[in-house]
């Protein structure tokens, strides 16, 4: 599996919010990342 196409600022923004190491967050599966991105999207605008 290669790593996410997603940019250092992106990949920091949601280490720090999902509260994981930033290597996880380079080798998670895009649909998990995906899915946690778009719950923190519904936090963020509530």
Do not use: N
Not at 8 to 20: E, F, I, N, Q, Y
Not at 33 to 46: A, H, W
Request: no cysteine; glycine share 2%.
């Amino acid at each position: 599996m290669k790593p996410l196409q997603i940019s250092a600022d992106t990949a920091l923004k949601l280490s720090k919010a999902l509260g994981v190491p930033l290597e996880q967050i380079m080798h998670m599966p895009q649909h998990i990342l995906i899915q946690k991105m778009i719950e923190l999207e519904k936090e963020e605008t509530k």
